[in-house]
């Protein structure tokens, strides 16, 4: 099993000079050293419209790492979008080494339509679409921008996530594995160091062709040390969420060494297996009614909801498919053919070695 970096190595991490420059630019926002810029990443329009996705860059009075804080890849997933709005003016450029870009919003047209998941100019997943195509459509071309903008240049890429509208889920952070050690290393010492008490394990293969698709994945497969946590729920920005992802992404840095910050990592989280994970989808529209919580336990065959047809006839019962954690359930009662209806997570003894998953 991996073993958690020390801080001096965390520290040893984050003491390479890739933004030893003067100033560093992403898109309009160029920051001086010691200053804090915002501005935005320009997507002309192509066979769809044009895009311009808002952009921080605090560049640090010393030279350091890179780390990019993205989120709104969902733009109704409002937590991780306010969240990563009150991270960057919190970032003392004075104080820090490195460079802080943090992306708070890539899905604009979410955001203004209210629309889950997808990108509603073109119907496309702007967390599935990596490395997109400057050709392509305003998802591609978007996500091509923020690939050669954003990630290529990190160190250390961080996807802010939380419950879309329709989703009722407890906070978590991801522990995605390459099987690189030293990079897998790197990546549990960061979702330990972020706070969030339980970790989904996930294994990924960098030969897969689709390994890239995701955010998380691209940077995973790029060379990244790569980090993605959730909290949010059903539209609602409660305190308690948004603080956990704004001391979390200040704790990165803190472990990182680019700020002073104390740090202390969980000590014993609750391991989750990502790749064993159990998601139910409705196979029919309807309505659905949750009989469990979020972060309830589970076993086997316990009822996890019930659906009805439009007219309130009941249609039957949701059962959990296997033994483990609620980590979210439908939060709204509409559903249709494919619409996520519950996610049940296995717990962990502790985190088996990497093992490239099967196809």
Not at 80 to 97: E, F, K, N, Y
Not at 129 to 157: C, E, I, K, M
Not at 319 to 345: K, Q
Request: glycine residues 10%; aromatic residues 6%.
């Amino acid at each position: 099993m991996l073993r958690l970096l020390s801080t001096a190595a965390l520290v040893a991490l984050a003491a390479s000079t890739a933004a030893a420059q003067d100033t560093f630019t992403v898109g309009t926002a160029t920051a001086a050293r010691g200053a804090i810029a915002y501005g935005t990443l320009v997507v002309p329009p192509g066979p769809d419209s044009g895009l311009r996705i808002p952009v921080v860059v605090v560049h640090g009075a010393h030279p350091g790492r890179v780390v990019a804080f993205v989120a709104g890849s969902h733009g109704t997933e409002y937590t991780s979008i306010v969240a990563m709005q009150r991270l960057a003016p919190r970032i003392d450029a004075a104080r820090l080494a490195g460079t802080v870009v943090v992306v708070p919003l890539i899905n604009v047209a979410s955001i203004e339509g209210m629309t889950p998941h997808l990108n509603p100019v073109d119907r496309k997943s702007m967390n599935g679409n990596y490395p997109g195509d400057t050709a392509g459509t305003q998802t591609q071309r978007a996500l091509a921008a923020v690939a050669r903008a954003v990630v290529d240049p990190a160190d250390v890429v961080v996807d802010l996530h939380g419950g879309d509208l329709d989703e009722d889920l407890r906070p978590y952070s991801y522990w995605f594995r390459g099987g690189n050690a030293a990079q897998d290393s790197a990546g549990r010492a960061l979702a330990l160091a972020f706070g969030l008490d339980h970790v989904i394990v996930t294994d990924v293969d960098p030969a897969s062709p689709t390994a890239g698709r995701s955010l998380s994945g691209y940077a995973l497969t790029k060379g990244k040390t790569v980090l993605v946590a959730e909290a949010g729920r059903s539209g609602v920005v409660a305190p308690a969420d948004l603080a956990a992802l704004v001391d979390g992404s200040l704790n990165v840095l803190g472990a990182l060494g680019m700020l002073p910050r104390a740090v202390r990592p969980v000590a014993h989280p609750v391991w989750l297996g990502g790749n064993a994970s159990a998601r139910l989808a409705a196979d029919s529209g309807g309505m659905f009614f949750a009989a469990v919580a979020r972060d309830t336990r589970v076993r086997k065959g316990d009822v996890v909801g019930r659906t009805t047809d439009y007219h309130g006839r009941p249609t039957g019962e949701v059962r959990a498919p296997i033994d483990g954690v609620v980590t979210f359930v439908r939060g709204v009662p509409s559903m249709w053919p494919r619409a996520t209806l519950v996610n049940v997570a296995p717990v962990l003894a502790s985190p088996a070695p990497w093992a490239r998953p099967t196809p």
